[in-house]
């Protein structure tokens, strides 16, 4: 007889394609969570509580046995289904391929992995073809409201999964009147949001397109005072741009079609589950009561706080737990280590928010720099999205605040070896305190891991718990020992553990449970061989979380063979994990007893020289990525995807070994890997973690007394904090290298930051100040014969002459430069000086002339893949075309200019452009476009201090404002602009360009 079970509809059960008698509602409830937990034993309390929760009868277990025991009889006879008490509770054995709800996920898992996009349309339209209606149907409690809820958001997913699959199938047509009415059910869904875009725009209905990502910004600012995501706005930004990327083709996975701005990214960043897990049922149902919303409503944003001593299994059962539910957020789960309790190397709260934003598909460039603007950005990318975020090792309520989300949908857990009594007074945590195994469960994992000699020697096993203080960690160390010396009965092993806790005079009178596990680890690593034991003391000394075989052999001066067996040895000890990426990492308690045996076992200079090996290599392996990404005239030998591949899985290694170099007396490792790291980092990594290695990078060099090196970074820092909108913070650094480039006499390095501070300078609106900087560049570029320096500074005169009303003299300055960028054949330098000249008013300029350099410049820069080039070509290209009266192709190419100076993170340029936009959307009758663009430019303008974009920006908004009407709000916006004008003494006139740094 052939069995088939559902849960999504009505809870039924199929034998031969009949239906079976299942029994009335409470029956079929029972039914229902065995289904759903089919092969995981259930205790009698979770199904009492899930069946009836709070409104349990008195004798509700009896009555439970008999619902038992009828469904027992209903599925009698019914070949591989069985319903079997078990020490952990009951079980549902049955093939989970004949549960419909476990089907559903089995394919889903399939499509998702499928090689092609139309297996993938099948395999998820077979899927979710098993659906007949809302989960559990006729039957209503909490635990199942609970359920039903996840569920259907398990679905939702799914169909948003199969609506990119059917995009990229270029079925957009079919598509259209779903995704309608998808759209009207869920307002708010910024992923459904971009599919309905996409789809409106694939069939000829741009408006529409705009008009729909119009309407959930509304909706999102009305109901949750948010924007749209970063993802959302960047799919408008292509669709205004008729960005050929969106066009796609019917193909299979991985061709084109759904780009990648028109999915939100579902973070998936949980541990590997421990094995063998065992006990700690009341504190996983204590969690579980977590996802119970409270009178059937939405779940609030919750906290939940595991406490307990290090090495109980805090991080263990978090994940265990984590594990088991991550259906229930499929928005995604966050983890983070935040190594709270490590003196040398916490988790800075502004490091971990950069991983949370990268994880969340936010480039580098896009990551704010301080701590409190990553924390709202990092809020506001979690609104409305259901997600799972695990802190674990956390130290201090301080460390754990600014990670919380703001969202009512997400739920947060913490493990500390704190009570972390603000999380609960202040944000509502709920405490999990876990204390020590019961007896039983200690027994219990103990038996997991060694089997049958637990009950062949009762007594020795219980001395063996009790001699690792009932700690997971301990225990699973002991056991590896054990199971490693079969041979060896348990009771002589305790014994020799006995004698190692004696000999260590490790216990103390108060019954500390650390010092058993101290112990224990003392006991397991006299028994390892003396080439692993001394692996395991100087992987104690690797300052970061997790090491490559190839860094372990550099650490130990072995050669990769050996280091990698020698890991294993430790790895089958349980005194090293495995990790992601064939990475290798140790429990933090490990750690420092390893940190300890190593200060007591090798030499302070073996030490030394073991990290000198180890930093040697991250260099080595720096400079070789680097070669290869970046060559120096001949092709590149490597392969650039592994280069990037390498620094990016070994970034978190590098920027701590530079501040640990700097802390510890390595500071040329130090300022070697910074300078090595700076394009990279500057290009495309979170700029805020590039100004932190540099300031490393400068503290080294003055401590060494580096002056020429103190200088570079310096000036690389000043670059950083100009990028970040840190002007103030950008001069005064400069300054540092200016004077320090003056005494050591490096001209043509004083030029170019005498250059780079006449840039500040001029975004401070402080222009005479700026004359005074270019001006001096200029003359050491004569002096020094370097043309194309006295041109740039020609420019730079050029524009301060142009902002303060001068176009004679900005004429005279771009004609001469003109002359030298043509001797050089710099044609793209050249275009831009032409297009300088035709934004001059009332000038006549060669239009076509410039028009034709400037998109033969933005063919090499896209060839080039340089794209801050590209982007000043297309922003110069725009301001040609506005002055033709091309107004349609102005704004394109300014839309386009947009997404890439957001990429590249360069914000002045951004703001410009934003009011570049709204000029010409105000020209082509487009007030209300033109005012929200000009809107967007005032906040970013504000933020990094540049006034006369705020300036700009608030008289674009006064004009878009007379043109709509408003006349009183247009005054105040004028107003404003005129006070900020006279106060920089220029008159207000539109925009020439701004200079940028290098």
Known sequence: MAAEFGVLGVVEARVDGRLV????????????????????PVTVDQLIERVWGDSAPQRAAGTLYSYLSRLRRAVAGVAGVAIRREPGGYVLTVDPQVVDLHRFRHLMTLGRAAESDRAAAELIEQALGLWRAEPFADLDTPWLGATRRTLLSERFTAELDRNDVLLRLGRHGELLPELGTAVAEHPLDERLAGQAMLALYRSGRQADADEQYRRIRRCLADELGSDPGIALRRLHEQILAADPALDGSPGEAGGPGVPPTAAVTVPTQLPADVRAFTGRTGELAALDRLLVAPDGDEPPMTVALLSGTAGVGKSALAVRWASRVRDAFPDGQLYVNLRGYDAEQPVAVADALAGFLTALGVRGPEI???????AARYRSELTGRRMLVLLDNASSVEQVRPLLPGTGSSLVLITSRDSLPGMVAVDGAERVNLDLLPLPDALGLLRKLIGVRVDEEPAAAEALVSACARLPLALRIAAELAADRTDVPLAELVAELGDHQARLDLLDAGGDPHAEVRAVFSWSYRNLPATAARLFRLLGLHPGETARVEAVAALTGTDPGEARRLLAVLVRASLVQTGRGGRYGMHDLLRVYAAELASENDAEPDRRAALTRLFDHYLAGSV???????????????????????????????AVICGYGTAHGWYRHTIALAETLFRYLDAGGPVAEAATVMACAVSAARTVGDRDAQARALSHLGRLHRRQGRPHEAAATYRQALALYAELGERAAEALVLRNLGSVD???????????????????????????????????????????GDGLGAARRFGSALDLYGALGDRFSEAYVLSLLARLPHRPAPLDRAADHLERSLGAARRSGDRTAEAYALTDLAAIHARQDRLPEAAGHLRRALVLHRRIGDRASEAEALNDLGQVLRAAGDADEAGTQHGQALDLAEEIGDRYETARAHEGIAAA????????????????????????????APAVGAPGSA
């Open 21 to 40: 008698d299942v029994g009335h509602a409470r029956q079929r409830c029972v039914l229902g969570v065995l289904l759903i937990e089919a092969g995981r």
């Open 368 to 374: 704010p720099p301080g701590t409190d603007e990553r």
């Open 624 to 654: 070789a990525a680097m070669t290869t990404l970046y060559p120096d005239g001949d092709p590149a030998d490597g392969d650039p995807e592994a280069a990037r591949a390498w620094i990016e899985a070994e970034r978190p290694n590098l």
């Open 762 to 804: 001029w975004l401070l609106g402080d222009y005479r100040q700026a004359a005074e900087h270019y001006q001096r560049a200029w003359t050491l570029f004569e002096e020094l014969g370097d043309d194309a320096g006295q041109a740039d500074a020609l420019v730079r005169l050029g524009l301060i002459d142009a902002r303060l």
């Open 961 to 988: 404002l007379r043109d709509t009407g408003n006349l009183d709000r247009a005054q105040r916006h004028f107003d404003r602009a005129r006070r900020i004008f006279a106060d920089l003494r220029v008159p207000a």
